[in-house]
């Protein structure tokens, strides 16, 4: 179906991989969960479906969903002791550097789910941590803003329930807008799976050597920290509030972003696959049109970006080198539209990113592939005699 790479047939685990789960198509900006075209599923579906999509390869039917939700659901409570972890951090700790190490402390509370070998262990490994890690994501919030630590809902959905673990405050009423659950909801949806992007081959890598997948998890966690990927969401509305308060001149800021004696990047511009648009991006922005409006929020953030894109999009030196705006250019709008503070732009993308990493996590684990070891091209001297030091 054109665009399958075909591995070389002295294929070893050195880093590309077949996998059954998501297809890109850079060039025409495809993007498809198990067959399906991430546009349907953002219009039509919802998260939870997805993540059982993901993780099993099918929609599910009304039992089969009803059965998926009730097993997340027995997994959603968090060890106590997990609580004493965070509270060692400072408050001024990154949440994503608070979500890798107590996603890794699962492993202690959890032993059981570490040596997977029956699809069985797979799958309740799996729920355990699509049960634990919003309570976990959430607690970053509450440590950071110095607020008492809630618990899942269990009448709740999975989205609407994050939601309540993050800002529910205690003896207060916490309205659940529609629109807000709605968005949250789709955000999660396009940011679920992308094929072997730097975090999801590492928790790919990190898996082969067979460690468990709450510390493979955890090694994925750390890679969507780096501003170059999952971090960008953040950076880019750092960006955006910079360009504003420097009076919103978009031209002098795409001409720092060419000027190779200037590290500064457009953040949310690039990508290594899609090289006419991500399709995720389209949806985004198209979104962040309609919440805001809905919620009646004027952000001049969205008009200096959509000034942006326009500028870059007819500037020659993002044109030739295939630059467009990416998942991460418009998400942090509505994220901050919804009250989610910036630093936990990044542990929003990872909720959303979680059942793509276990799901593939799980198939590497079930094509028993070899440890990754990739190779590399030396550049290094060639052989020579050791000297003593007095020769040196
Ligand atoms: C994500 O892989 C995935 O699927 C990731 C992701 C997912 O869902 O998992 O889609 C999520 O990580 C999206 C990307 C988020 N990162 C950013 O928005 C950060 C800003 N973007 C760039 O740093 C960059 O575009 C990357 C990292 C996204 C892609 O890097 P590449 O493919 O290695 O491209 P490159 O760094 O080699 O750049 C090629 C050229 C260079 O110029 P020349 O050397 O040819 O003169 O393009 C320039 C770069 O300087 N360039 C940019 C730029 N991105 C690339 N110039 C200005 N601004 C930018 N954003």
Redesign the pocket.
């Known amino acids: 179906t054109g665009g399958i790479i075909t591995l070389d047939p002295g294929y070893k685990n050195t880093g590309s991989c077949k996998s059954e789960i998501t297809y890109l198509d850079g060039e025409e900006g495809v993007l498809m969960y198990r067959g399906y075209p991430i546009e349907q599923l953002a219009e039509k579906s919802n998260f939870t479906e997805v993540m059982y999509l993901l993780l099993n390869g099918e929609l599910p039917q009304a039992d089969q969903l009803s059965k998926f939700e009730n097993d997340i659901k027995d997994h959603d409570m968090v060890s106590e002791d997990i609580t004493k972890i965070l509270a060692a951090f400072p408050s001024s700790a990154h949440p994503m550097g608070v979500l890798s190490t107590l996603t890794s402390s699962l492993t202690a509370f959890n032993p059981k789910a570490v040596n997977v070998k029956s699809e069985a262990d797979m799958y309740r490994a799996a729920v355990t941590l699509l049960g634990k890690f919003p309570v976990l994501a959430s607690w970053t919030l509450r440590k950071m803003k110095g607020w008492p630590l809630n618990y899942s809902d269990n009448k709740l959905g999975y989205v609407e329930n994050f939601y309540q673990l993050m800002f529910k405050q205690p003896n207060k009423d916490l309205e659940m807008d529609p629109i807000v659950i709605d968005a949250l909801d789709k955000l999660l949806i396009l940011?679920a799976d992308?094929?072997q992007?730097?975090?999801?081959s590492t928790v790919r890598l990190v898996g082969s050597a067979h460690t468990g997948l709450f510390a493979s998890i955890s090694s994925g966690v750390s890679a969507l920290w780096g501003?170059?990927?999952?971090g960008?969401n953040q950076?880019?509305v750092e960006m955006l509030e910079l360009i504003q308060e420097d009076g919103g001149n978009v031209q002098k800021w795409v001409d720092k972003?060419?000027d190779?004696n200037d590290d500064f990047?457009?953040?949310?511009?690039?990508?290594?696959?899609y090289k006419n648009f991500?399709p995720r991006a389209r949806i985004i922005k198209k979104a962040a049109d309609q919440i805001l409006d809905k919620l009646g929020i004027q952000d001049e953030a969205l008009e200096i970006a959509k000034k942006l894109e326009q500028a870059a999009l007819e500037d020659d030196y993002f044109v030739s080198?295939k630059?467009y705006p990416?998942?991460?250019f418009y998400s942090g709008i509505i994220y901050k539209a919804l009250g989610i503070p910036t630093e936990m732009f990044t542990v929003m993308f990872a909720v959303g990113?979680l059942p793509g990493w276990i799901a593939q996590w799980i198939e590497m684990r079930k094509n028993n592939e070899p440890i990754g070891r990739p190779r590399q091209i030396y550049t290094g001297p060639a052989k020579r005699d050791y000297l003593d030091i007095s020769a040196r």
């Open positions: 940011h992308h094929e992007n730097c975090s999801t501003p170059l990927h999952g960008a950076a880019v972003a060419k190779k990047r457009l953040m949310g511009f690039g990508h290594r696959v991500d080198r630059l990416n998942v991460d990113r």
